[in-house]
């Protein structure tokens, strides 16, 4: 398996609007995948992790934990 999939992608006005990969724990980027996705899709890319207090942005990339970013829905 070569490991290049997102786990989720939110479309708004039909067109690719945030997508997300979920880890359990690796807050390292895979910018040679996620920088093939940004410029297909034209949208930001979120890495949600299980890890706590993590909310760091690369560029038009943010790694951050999940309660950070559920916290923000509610």
Not at 8 to 29: A, H, Y
Not at 32 to 44: E, G, H, Q, S
């Amino acid at each position: 398996k070569d490991k290049e999939e997102l786990d989720f992608v939110i479309i708004k006005d039909k067109k690719p609007w945030l997508c997300f990969e979920v880890k359990l724990s690796e807050t390292k980027i895979d910018h040679r995948v996620t920088d093939k996705f940004i410029k297909y899709l034209k949208c930001p890319f979120v890495q949600i992790v299980m890890a706590p207090d993590i909310w760091r942005v690369e560029g038009e990339k943010l790694v951050a934990s999940a309660v950070k970013v559920f916290a923000g829905l509610v």
